[in-house]
């Protein structure tokens, strides 16, 4: 005889991310996973969403959850243990947002998300990638010009270091990150912003360097994220990555061949905005960063990826922009031409596919995993919709509900806590 609750959210509208529109309907729930979605549903529990919108688990494709900043000089005064139980926080705040899955682009380790999947931390269920892979001078090169070497994710034996040069030592390299835990591998093919070295203009790393990246994650199972602008983009689409991040100079051509091979951007909008509000508050960095910060500003390319059809995901590059405050992303992917709905499809369904979880996150179907989103008002309005979220579900149990009575309301009934005690996987 069965003995599990069968809960209903109740008459919300339902953001339907496979057809990218919205309908009022109700979802039901059992056993962390979604059975039904229609009308007049019947649960043993009932969560009225009369008002409020029913999003799908919304994503983050590109986070640093052991960073709260980027000042390399903080860091590097810091206890070493310190940056895990910051991690933890951000976590909190990030699942809060409504953002139940990330993609850790460079500092959670295997025993992060391990503690999450156990249920020992609260936060989104993770893929990680420990940490990017640079050629010596790269974005990801800890030497600065002084010859001191500080490392804003500096090497332990659940990250290791990133320094590689070759073909053979990407293979031995891939292979190490691999049997750490990396989820996924990133590496930089190009220069970076707020890195000592080269700018976004310069590519970094030669095509047999990154076909053996490529070929050697494979094997593993592994899809490759490439921090690349320009022809460093270009060169890493050519040879088989799975998503470009940031892309910023991206010509005519590159998009073309995203589009064809189906490439993602993710596009990290806010950590833009974050480094503009940074310096206007007063944040000082060297005259050859802030030069690198104002000409990729000038040359994004987001627009023109979502008119050439580059299949686009949500990513915000926290903390560049706080931990917490990811769903700003989704109104200045709206600024760039995607529309709402689109821009939804980004944080949710194409973000699942990217990771290669779409068969079980990413929309709101019968079969699929209970990560649900309640927000205020209409689901569509993006802008200003982190602060209308009312309560976040992973895998059918509440992570986050906020105690306000104009929110959607449970029963009394309802078994929905803060607390974290059952275990959650990838």
């Known amino acids: 005889m069965s003995t599990s609750t069968r809960m209903v959210f109740r008459g919300g509208t339902v953001f339907d991310a496979v057809g990218r529109t919205t309908d009022t309907a109700d979802v039901a729930v059992e056993d962390g996973v979604i059975v039904a979605v229609g009308s007049d549903l019947d649960g043993d529990v009932e969560v009225d969403c009369t008002g409020c919108g029913v999003l799908p688990g919304l994503f983050d494709c590109h986070v640093h959850l052991t960073m709260s900043d980027t000042d390399v000089f903080r860091v590097a005064q810091e206890p070493f243990s310190l940056q895990f139980y910051e991690g933890a926080v951000n976590m909190a705040a990030t699942l809060a947002a409504g953002i139940t899955t990330v993609r850790d682009a460079g500092g959670a380790d295997l025993g992060m998300r391990v503690a999450q999947e156990r249920g020992l931390i609260p936060g989104p269920r993770m893929q990680v990638s420990l940490n990017m892979l640079s050629q010596t001078g790269g974005h990801g090169d800890p030497w600065w010009p002084s010859t001191c070497v500080m490392d804003l994710l500096p090497p332990h034996p659940g990250r290791p270091p990133v320094v590689v040069d070759g073909p053979e030592e990407i293979r031995r390299k891939v292979r190490e990150f691999v049997r750490a835990g990396a989820d996924v591998i990133k590496v930089a093919t190009s220069g970076g912003l707020v890195s000592s070295g080269a700018g976004p203009e310069i590519p970094h790393f030669r095509d047999d360097e990154i076909a053996m990246l490529v070929t050697e994650a494979t094997a593993a199972r592994r899809f490759v994220m490439a921090h690349a602008h320009g022809e460093g983009a270009k060169a890493a689409v050519r040879n088989g990555v799975r998503s470009i991040e940031h892309g910023n100079q991206l010509d005519d051509e590159t998009l073309e061949e995203m589009a064809r091979r189906r490439v993602w951007l993710v596009p990290t909008l806010a950590s833009g905005l974050g480094l503009r509000q940074s310096v206007e508050n007063g944040v000082t960095y060297p005259e050859h960063i802030m030069e690198k910060i104002e000409q990729a500003e000038a040359n994004r390319s987001v627009r023109r990826a979502v008119e050439a059809g580059v299949p686009i995901a949500m990513g915000t590059d926290a903390p560049l922009y706080p ?66 979220v009312r309560a976040v579900y992973q895998d059918g149990r509440a992570v986050g509900v906020r105690p306000d009575p104009s929110g959607p309301a449970q029963s009394a009934t309802s078994a929905a806590s803060f607390s974290n005690d059952a275990s959650v996987s990838r």
């Not at 779409?358 to 982190?386: C, F, M, Q, W, Y």
């Open 323 to 388: 931990h917490g405050q990811n769903l700003v992303e989704l109104a200045l992917l709206v600024e760039e031409g995607m529309t709402p709905a689109d821009a939804l499809h980004a944080a949710t369904l194409s973000a699942a596919e990217l990771m290669g979880l779409h068969e079980t996150l990413g929309s709101i179907e019968p079969g699929k995993r209970a990560d649900l989103v309640i927000v205020d008002g209409d689901p569509l309005r993006v802008e200003g919709l982190g602060e209308r």
